[in-house]
């Protein structure tokens, strides 16, 4: 351990070989752990300048609570989906007293490890956390665990850490997604997706590829194609829709590369949905300003704001163990409109 980083929760559990909940019950001063142990523990950390997080601690442990502030980020404020899940988070938050400071990492590892710390230096009570699409070290979501800051992910998880979660049912979205365009008559389903092994992207992908197997549909990797953005989509698929053995139908892990495909499908003298069908992912105001309305699968933002400000609160507040890992899922919803057919 070097005597330039703080002492963290991590390095105590290191030290004596336990588990960092058991740190923290000594710490804390629970009769679950021994008498001798917590005495070692507490001067060890007493020795090495560790300090918890003052803030979560006197809510756990004091009527007379301090503000209380939860940081959020987000990868970009503009996505209609990350708003509405700001606007779940803030609503729960207000309802119990907290306050919000929501940032947004802009899709930038470098930015979002300084979000991070920021956080971390000013001793919030906890963090709500979409990873950036770079991100691929966690050492910094690890940093605020081994510090006894409580951590909740939302949307795209981060399987490196072993932390609280929130997610939609990506996996039964998309077959149901894909299982609609087959239904109504498609044969050659085109996916656009993430790029990346994100946890996100691949249930997505996931659900694409079991639709068509369970249909009795061999799929094709020709017609798979990362692309998650608008400019993207209507860069490459007047390619796509060139193709001698050109798709039928669209599955797209966004609203707005749907939204891209759809207008570039019609400039290119395409009818949609008779000559192309075109499905999205988020039901977002978009959604229902294009013509024709896009079918898109519905992820209630709103929702897992709400569930993942929950966990953060229960932990702080002590109502749960900051050690216990919640894993939550909400179910999403297929709506059907005018780019698919009926």
Do not use: W
């Amino acid at each position: 351990m070097s005597e330039l980083q703080p002492t963290t929760m991590k390095d105590i559990a290191e030290h004596f070989g336990v588990s960092i909940a058991t740190v923290s019950r000594a710490l804390n001063g629970s009769a679950r752990v021994s008498e001798e142990k917590r005495n070692l523990i507490c001067e060890y950390a007493h020795a090495h300048n560790f300090y918890p997080n003052d803030i979560a601690k006197s809510l756990r442990n004091s009527h007379k609570q301090p503000v209380k502030v939860i940081g959020v980020i987000v990868p970009e404020f503009t996505h209609y989906y990350f708003s509405t899940i700001l606007n779940g988070i803030e609503d729960a938050a207000s309802k119990r007293g907290y306050r919000i400071i929501a940032t947004t990492s802009r899709e930038q590892y470098e930015r979002e490890v300084q979000l991070c710390q920021m956080f971390e230096a000013h001793q919030v009570c906890g963090v709500i956390v979409s990873q950036a699409k770079e991100t691929q070290d966690y050492a910094h979501f690890q940093s605020l665990i081994d510090r006894g800051i409580p951590l909740v992910f939302y949307d795209r998880i981060c399987t490196g850490v072993d932390a609280s979660r929130v997610v939609v049912d990506d996996y039964q979205g998309a077959f149901a997604a894909v299982t609609h365009l087959i239904e109504t008559g498609c044969r050659r389903i085109a996916f656009y997706g993430m790029k990346g092994k994100t946890a996100l992207g691949q249930n997505r992908y996931n659900g694409y590829h079991d639709a068509l197997l369970k249909a009795g549909m061999q799929p094709d990797e020709s017609l798979v194609f990362v692309c998650d953005k608008r400019e993207d989509a209507e860069r490459i698929t007047p390619g796509v829709l060139s193709r001698a053995d050109r798709p039928d139908a669209f599955f797209c892990v966004n609203d707005d590369t749907a939204i891209g495909v759809l207008y570039t499908a019609k400039h290119n003298g395409f009818r949609v949905p008779d000559d192309v069908a075109v499905c999205g992912f988020t039901n977002g105001e978009r959604a229902i300003a294009c013509d024709p309305q896009l079918t898109t699968v519905e992820q209630r933002g709103t929702k897992v704001g709400e569930e993942a400000a929950t966990i953060l609160m229960d932990k702080v507040e002590g109502l749960t163990p900051c050690d216990r890992i919640e894993k939550r899922v909400v179910k999403t919803r297929l709506v059907v409109r005018e780019s698919t057919k009926s």
